[in-house]
């Protein structure tokens, strides 16, 4: 760990040197975007200034990066669909007419910048608690003009109080941060931060917020929680809710159990497109990854004409 530490931050400091970072950028994507270059590099391989983001369609967004944010560099390196194809495809699909959209765990802004890029009447908001990310965040809804997005800088629970967070360190912008105290080994975890938390029930009470019928929550095991406290929207408005779930995990049982009082379809997205699956195999998955839940009441199938040929059932 110490190990690959010290290769990033000297990775940074090199790329931070203008000609060298222009160089790499010229040079090296070719190779990353005909993937000769693997994905996890690409991460740690810093792609400096502002990244532009090119959509499917011919829409676009741009990524502030000091060469510190992975998933920027990520992006920008392997191009849209380098990255998580499955989730992004659904993701911008589901986005097109949304109303009011949810970001739980914003981080620094991927999820947020792609909605607002393809639907600029979206109403959508975005919680993000830890200060570094969220500076990030902030910055580069800046950077896009986009008005249609409002930053919380708050975490997501089924309580209303101050909660700890667990954050890993690293020479990079870390996206990841918990609630939950074992979920990275514990020589990762070096910081324990207060923040504030909200139930996403009040909080669209209180703001008086309605139709929302698009969330994705990626806040590392703590989504059960996060459930719990939205069990009123969930029932009025019945949203797509997209949502990850580690492998074998007391979080993806706790989701299912969860779902099982609600008329909703599962699929899991994989980077070939979306598998509907039955919820009883979620966790004997060895698979990591994102799920969609579809309330049946919705024709997915229609819904994603424009990002899929196909929606395979297993």
């Known amino acids: 760990m110490k190990q690959r530490n010290r290769i990033e931050t000297v990775l940074v400091f090199i790329a931070k040197i203008k000609p060298i970072g222009w160089l790499l950028k010229l040079l090296l ?15 740690y391989l810093p792609a400096l200034g502002d990244c532009a983001i090119a959509l499917p369609e011919g829409d676009n967004f741009i990524m502030v990066n000091e060469g510190r944010d992975g998933v920027a560099n990520a992006l920008y390196w392997r191009g849209i669909n380098g990255v998580s194809p499955g989730f992004i495809n659904m993701w911008l699909a589901a986005s097109k007419d ?3 959209i949810l970001d739980i765990g914003g981080g620094t802004g ?12 979206a109403k ?12 990030y965040l902030l910055r580069n809804v800046k950077a896009n003009n986009f008005t249609n997005i409002t930053l919380i800088k708050k975490a997501v629970s089924n309580k209303q109080e101050p909660i700890t967070l667990f954050v890993p360190h690293y020479p990079y912008v870390f996206t990841s941060a918990s ?3 074992n979920f ?7 910081k324990e931060i207060q923040v504030d938390c909200i139930c996403i029930d009040n909080f ?3 703001q008086k917020i309605e139709n929302v019928d698009l969330i994705t929550l990626n806040i590392e095991g703590a989504e059960p929680y996060a459930l719990d406290g939205m069990q009123k929207t ?12 580690l492998p074998n995990s007391e979080a993806g049982a706790m989701i299912v159990e969860f779902f099982s009082k609600y008329d909703y379809v599962w699929y899991w997205l994989s980077n070939s497109g979306p598998i509907r699956t039955d919820s009883q195999v979620i966790n004997q998955s060895l698979e990591e990854g994102m799920y969609l839940l579809s309330p049946t009441s919705k024709n997915v199938e229609s819904m994603y004409t424009h990002s899929l040929s196909s929606v395979k059932n297993v």
């Open 29 to 43: 994507l070719p190779f990353t975007r005909s993937r000769l270059i693997p994905l996890g590099f690409c991460f």
């Open 98 to 100: 949304a109303n009011v």
């Open 110 to 121: 991927t999820v947020s910048l792609m909605s607002s890029a393809i639907n600029k009447s």
């Open 124 to 135: 959508i908001y975005t919680f993000e608690p830890v200060k570094d990310k969220y500076e």
């Open 179 to 181: 609630m939950m105290q």
């Open 184 to 190: 990275r080994p514990k020589e990762d975890v070096n």
């Open 204 to 206: 669209l009470n209180e």
């Open 234 to 245: 969930i029932e009025i408005n019945s949203p797509i809710i997209m949502l990850e779930i």
